[in-house]
């Protein structure tokens, strides 16, 4: 069984940033392609970033390019959202996501693995 277990959310001021942890138990291994995504109130889930179990392939919502980057350390089964000059657009629940496929995948369905979200708020 593989369990995803986000960290890191919190309160910022626009232009500010933070970095989101995310940490995966169980059954584990580096072959688990990752991804972030993020939900509003009132609003559906919306992919955020992913990046392949390889660490050679990222994808990222246009919304956050050029702000958001995602990286990844296999030998401590961890993946971080580091994001950059937040918007109060950007407030929401962000959560982690797993999924066995080797591609990069950015259709929220297909990850069957989820953390339960941290709330990230970006307000003055």
């Known amino acids: ?3 995803v ?3 890191g959310g919190g309160l910022v001021q626009p232009g500010g940033s933070l970095r989101l942890s995310c940490v995966l138990f169980g059954r584990t291994s580096s072959s688990y392609t990752m991804g972030w995504s993020r939900q ?3 609003n559906q889930r919306e992919f ?3 990046i392949s ?3 050679t392939a990222t994808m990222y919502a246009d919304f956050v390019k050029g702000r958001f980057t995602i990286s990844r350390e296999n030998a401590k089964n961890t993946v971080a959202l580091q994001m950059n000059s937040l918007k109060p657009d950007d407030t929401a629940v962000y959560y982690c996501a797993a999924t066995t ?3 990069v995948v950015t259709n929220t369905g297909d990850y ?3 953390g339960r979200g941290t709330q990230v708020t970006v307000s003055s």
Do not use: K, T
């Open 1 to 3: 069984q593989v369990q």
């Open 5 to 7: 277990e986000e960290s």
């Open 40 to 42: 509003a109130p009132g």
């Open 48 to 50: 955020v970033a992913a």
């Open 53 to 55: 179990w390889s660490d």
């Open 101 to 103: 496929s080797r591609l």
């Open 112 to 114: 069957p693995y989820w």
